[in-house]
């Protein structure tokens, strides 16, 4: 096996987790975030509206996913954000106003009167209901994705990186036919990693996401009652749209790479047939030019 073929096979390995990779960037964004939250965080159960349901879901997708250069400012804004959403749905004539509980509303009056800050508020709030906020042990779990995510980056954009420089070397060296592999092997790989996913996820969503969790965080730090403010933003629905997202992004990304495979694969045998044409042209003439010499 030459060294091209090794690269090649190396690169459909690289690639075929840099399409997840892209996949996983098509899920941060703060339109999908958006979208899904605006179909599927209905509030019906909550003590906030559907629109402030929407809202929160994209500052904590910000808190969550964004790198930040203070984490504590970052608690501040988005308890901040919670707390002020938390007067408005409970303010008298408020559509939720009867789902706050007097108690809910006199811990927003006394803290505000106190002068608190807004991560006091807020944790004062959710010590009533984490109905009502984001307790310290969802903004803990979401510090840690933080954590996961800003980390992991880097090493992820790499990886994409020397994708991208082992297709430009075999396309440099005119090794088409190795490139061909390379881009259309990826998409492949991809493929079945995630028909394998796919099944297991209809068969078993919440065993899939369990296991999903469990290979980055502590067992029973993900887990949050079904009516927590948290959940309220994020139900099941809304992590099964970002798997879809997740899928049809790579998968998309993953069909240009492998149309871009089957254009280089028709390069390579053209390239093939003109070896093949110039070989026998070359033998053509050093057949004359033996008949001629032996004259």
């Given at each position: 096996m030459g060294s091209d073929s090794i690269l090649?096979?190396?690169?459909?390995?690289?690639?075929?987790?840099?399409?997840?990779?892209?996949?996983?960037?098509?899920?941060?964004l703060p339109v999908t975030t958006a979208s899904l939250a605006g179909a599927v965080s209905t509030g019906a159960d909550s003590p906030y509206t559907h629109e402030q349901l929407v809202e929160l879901a994209q500052e904590t997708r910000a808190f969550t996913v964004d790198a930040h250069s203070s984490m504590e400012e970052a608690r501040e804004s988005l308890a901040a954000d919670v707390v002020a959403a938390a007067r408005e749905a409970s303010a008298e004539g408020a559509p939720?106003?009867?789902?706050?509980?007097?108690?809910?509303?006199?811990?927003?009056?006394?803290?505000?009167?106190?002068?608190?800050?807004?991560?006091?508020?807020?944790?004062?709030?959710?010590?009533?209901?984490?109905?009502y906020a984001l307790d310290a042990a969802a903004v803990s779990h979401l510090e840690d994705c933080n954590g996961l995510i800003t980390g992991l980056s880097s090493y992820l954009g790499m990886?994409?990186?020397?994708?991208?420089?082992i297709a430009l070397v075999l396309g440099f060296r005119k090794q088409f036919a190795a490139l061909a592999f390379m881009l259309r092997m990826g998409p492949a790989l991809l493929l079945a990693v995630l028909v394998i996913l796919g099944l297991w996820g209809v068969i078993d969503f919440n065993?899939?996401?369990?296991?999903?969790?469990?290979?980055?965080f502590l067992e029973g730090t993900w887990t949050f009652n079904y009516d927590s403010l948290l959940i309220s933003m994020y139900p099941i629905d809304f992590w099964m749209g970002m798997g879809a997202v997740w899928v049809g992004s790579a998968i998309g990304v993953g069909l240009l790479c492998f149309a871009a495979g089957c254009?280089?694969?028709?390069?390579?045998?053209?390239?093939?047939r003109?070896?093949?044409?110039?070989?026998?042209?070359?033998?053509?003439?050093?057949?004359?030019r033996r008949k001629k010499g032996r004259r």
């Open positions: 090649a096979g190396i690169g459909a390995t690289v690639l075929a987790v840099t399409l997840l990779v892209c996949g996983f960037a098509a899920c941060c939720k106003y009867s789902q706050w509980t007097q108690k809910a509303k006199q811990v927003l009056g006394d803290v505000e009167g106190e002068g608190g800050t807004a991560v006091a508020t807020m944790d004062a709030l959710a010590k009533v209901s984490d109905r990886i994409g990186v020397a994708a991208l420089i065993g899939l996401f369990a296991a999903f969790h469990s290979l980055f254009l280089f694969a028709w390069k390579a045998q053209v390239q093939h003109e070896l093949e044409e110039a070989a026998a042209a070359e033998a053509a003439r050093s057949k004359k």
